[in-house]
């Protein structure tokens, strides 16, 4: 089965700083999906890549696959405190839109 | 537009007790239909998905069941809850490859 490992388990930033977070795959992804979690609430999509090399972005939120789809970062440029939250990926598994998450990336960001 | 409804939002429920969680979504129809259990230190789990009425795939043996009465509704159910059910409880719609989920139940069993 897929295993996703994220990293690092946790983060703690001062505002203004830039960061990155990774998403690591065991095996070669048919897509790379990337969700925003507050604790106790439902996810929010924030993207979805499913070519390598493919890079995406969103407000000050950017992601990338690499060439050979097994590896995903998320760069947040000049964080702010609304992105503090758990960050979670997800591995499409080619069949009906299920999904394999990792277990997550809890970030916080000190005014 | 679509949107997922999810109830309740919190439950504290005694072990042997039954449990139903509802999950509607509006504004689409014949989505495939997802419950995943998000525990602590344990990530996201998907536990069942349907893909229309009355068709359902369980992903992992458990004490739990779903069921798809409707097109837009899904249901998480269990006879008689165990201490190791407790857990965050979401739902979800596919929709375009991509998942969109509701905003989830906390379930305590004590």
């Known amino acids: 089965s897929q295993e996703l490992e994220q990293s690092p388990q946790s983060l703690i930033v001062q505002e203004g700083k830039n960061l990155t977070i990774n998403c690591t795959s065991s095996?070669?992804?048919?897509?790379l999906y990337w969700y925003k979690q507050k604790y106790g609430e439902g996810l929010i999509f924030l993207m979805m890549?499913?070519?390598?090399?493919e890079e995406k972005s969103h407000e000050k939120i950017t992601a990338k696959l690499d060439e050979k789809k097994q590896q995903s970062s998320l760069h947040i440029t000049a964080s702010q405190p609304s992105h503090a939250g758990i960050y979670l990926c997800?591995?499409?598994?080619?069949?009906?839109?299920?999904?394999?998450f990792g277990k997550g990336i809890t970030l916080s960001v000190r005014p | 537009s679509q949107t997922i409804h999810q109830w309740p939002a919190t439950l504290v429920q005694p072990v042997g007790s039954p449990l139903s969680l509802e999950c509607t979504v509006e504004?689409?129809?014949?989505?495939?239909l997802y419950w995943y259990r998000q525990a602590a230190g344990r990530g996201l789990q998907l536990l069942f998905y349907?893909?229309?009425?009355?068709?359902i795939s369980s992903e992992v043996p458990q004490n739990l069941s779903a069921s798809r009465p409707q097109d837009r509704q899904f249901i998480l159910s269990s006879k008689k809850l165990l201490l190791s059910d407790s857990g965050f409880y979401l739902c979800?719609?596919?929709?375009?490859?991509?998942?969109?989920f509701g905003s989830g139940t906390q379930l305590s069993v004590l």
């Open positions: 890549l499913q070519k390598g090399g």
């Open positions: 979800a719609w596919s929709f375009k490859e991509k998942l969109f």
């Open positions: 349907s893909v229309g009425i009355g068709q």
């Open positions: 997800g591995a499409d598994t080619g069949a009906n839109s299920k999904l394999t």
């Open positions: 504004g689409t129809s014949n989505p495939n």
């Open positions: 095996k070669t992804l048919y897509g």
